[in-house]
């Protein structure tokens, strides 16, 4: 992650001037980022952890389908100070057909509540609503993200924090309400890995978060990750909405000498 925050693994969209990172070391300059999306198209070990590593395949062919293909991966590597995000529902992002899509949240570092691990609602995903969103006007403790709304839950009562050790992954439908809250740590980091996946079987009218203008009735930048692609004969494409980029952790400040 550090040579792709550098500059070293190919071009990356919001990368800072190297004049201003070449000093810095690996832990420092990892720092710098909150979140790079679409790693694997970078690194073939990335690529390779988020598609061929068995125990994930095995448990996405069970909860989802013996065929599956990958839309997305991140590496989220929230820093101290760092933001978290809002409510939100995946699928309100990425829209399946069959309510397939599965996000799959893997600690990299321990994750927990000091450092803004992963909170969830049980049980939220299985009504199968999407909630309207609006502006959560807290910049100072959640990314841009819009706020899901009107859900007939209450976090106080309901919501749980995923604490995990290195290693350690959680598995979730794409319906399911989860957030992070900002890291409150003054060194520590929260690395994680999180990656998009779906029944090979369903269409992906996914237009990337709006950078594809107009319908897009089948987005082909997927990996196979098992099984077969039923849809293979149309090929793959290099979606131009899924260009490697960061998202900046502005907040981040230098340890003090």
Known sequence: MAEICRGNRGNVVG???????????NDDIIRKYYCIHFPHKLSPSIRKLATQHQPTVDVLATIISPNVKMMQTMMFMKGPNSPGQNWHQDEYYIPTRDASLTGTWVAVERAEIENGCLWV?????KRRVIYPTRDH?????????????NYPYDEAKDAIPCVLNPGDAIFFNGYLLHRSLRNNTK????????NHY????????????????GYVEDM???????????????????????????????????PSA
Request: with cysteine; aromatic share 8%.
């Open 121 to 125: 609602i049980p049980g939220s995903h």
């Open 15 to 25: 990368l800072l001037p190297a004049s201003e990172t070449r000093d810095l070391s």
């Open 137 to 149: 006007g807290k910049p100072q403790e959640f990314d841009p993200t819009p706020v899901a709304i």
């Open 187 to 194: 060194s520590r980091t929260r690395l994680s890995f999180a």
């Open 220 to 254: 082909r930048d997927i990996e196979l990750v098992c099984g077969e692609d039923p849809y293979a004969w149309k090929g793959k494409e290099n979606c131009v909405g899924c260009i490697p980029y960061v998202r900046g952790s502005l907040a981040w400040k230098p």
């Open 198 to 213: 779906m029944s090979a079987e369903s269409l992906l009218p996914w237009n990337c978060d709006g950078k594809v203008k």
